[in-house]
């Protein structure tokens, strides 16, 4: 049987995956989008998704990293839609598997429909932007996987109802 709080949990987030960003970081993703928004909303909803996978952990561990940095808006948001989906499906391994949904499917999402607009997908995945792609989505998933358990171990543990 699939706990309803599960499936709600994950939906909830997937919902906040496409403006959690704004939370933390409005005055720049917000001008990208004041510029598609007359021409492609398919773009819109893309930068939206695709604004949760642009905090690059790998050049953040090589680089000279600082405090301040490590809180970017991106791993935040994904900190928070972890937190949310967790507390709402209630326990650390459904809060877990709820995050991880979240992401994967916001990521999935992501890719669809960046080839249902056209845009260049190989760009994303070789060369120096290889590096970048993979320490995104790395830092989408440790931020939700932090966020979930937090909110998975907050909420308590999920009552069984037989």
Not at 9 to 21: K, R
Not at 42 to 56: E, M, R, W, Y
Not at 57 to 71: K, N, V
């Amino acid at each position: 049987m699939v706990s309803y709080r599960l499936v709600l949990g994950i939906i909830v987030g997937i919902v906040f995956s496409f403006f959690t960003v704004f939370f933390f970081n409005m005055e720049a993703t917000i001008l990208q989008i004041q510029l598609y928004l007359q021409t492609d909303i398919l773009k819109v909803i893309i930068l939206q998704i695709g604004a949760n996978f642009k905090f690059d952990l790998i050049t953040f561990f090589t680089g000279t990293p600082s405090i301040t940095d490590f809180f970017a808006p991106q791993l935040l948001a994904c900190i928070f839609i972890g937190y949310v989906s967790g507390t709402i499906s209630k326990g650390l391994k459904r809060g877990l598997i709820a995050s991880s949904l979240v992401i994967i499917i916001g990521f999935l999402i992501w890719m669809l429909l960046s080839v249902i607009s056209g845009e260049d997908l190989m760009a994303l995945f070789q060369g120096a932007q290889l590096s970048v792609t993979i320490g995104g989505i790395l830092s989408a998933i440790l931020g939700a996987v932090i966020g979930g358990l937090l909110g998975g171990f907050i909420s308590g543990p999920y009552e069984e109802v037989y």
